[in-house]
Nanobody, 123 residues
C-alpha cells in the first residue's frame, strides 16, 4: 500500500507558474513509477506526465511538453510537477498516481492515487 498526498495547487494567472508536490508513504517509493494526471470539470482524467522508478525517464503529454517538468526524489519519497506558462486550459484537479509494474499513461493501470489538488488558471 502506498499513500499519496498532493499539495501546491491554487489560483494563478495565465502565464504564471506553480509547482505541485506528491508526498508518498507506505511501501518503498522507488518501487513505483509516478504519473501525474488531471481532470477538468466534466472531462475525463488525462495523462499529464510520468517518471520512471529511478527518475531517468520522463514522458509528457503533448499539451504540456516544454512547459511542465516532472521530477522525483526517492530519498525524500516525493515527486513534483513544475508547471510554467500556465494556460486557462490547464485548469483541472491534478492527481499523482503510483504504478509498480510499469510507467503507464492509462488511469486504469495505476495502483494508487492521491486525493488531488486543484489548479485554477485565470485568463
Amino acid at each position: 500500500q502506498v499513500h499519496l498526498e498532493e499539495s501546491g495547487g491554487g489560483l494563478v494567472q495565465a502565464g504564471g507558474s506553480l509547482t505541485l508536490s506528491c508526498a508518498a508513504s507506505g511501501q518503498t517509493f522507488s518501487n513505483y513509477a509516478i504519473t501525474w494526471f488531471r481532470q477538468g470539470t466534466g472531462k475525463e482524467r488525462d495523462f499529464v506526465a510520468g517518471i520512471s522508478w529511478k527518475g531517468d525517464s520522463a514522458y509528457y503529454a503533448d499539451s504540456v511538453k516544454g512547459r511542465f517538468t516532472i521530477s522525483r526524489d526517492n530519498d525524500k519519497n516525493t515527486a513534483a510537477l513544475q508547471m510554467t506558462d500556465l494556460k486557462w486550459e490547464d485548469t483541472a484537479v491534478y492527481y499523482c498516481a503510483a504504478d509498480r509494474r510499469k510507467l503507464s499513461r492509462a488511469p486504469h493501470e495505476q495502483d494508487f492515487w492521491g486525493q488531488g489538488t486543484p489548479v485554477s488558471v485565470s485568463s
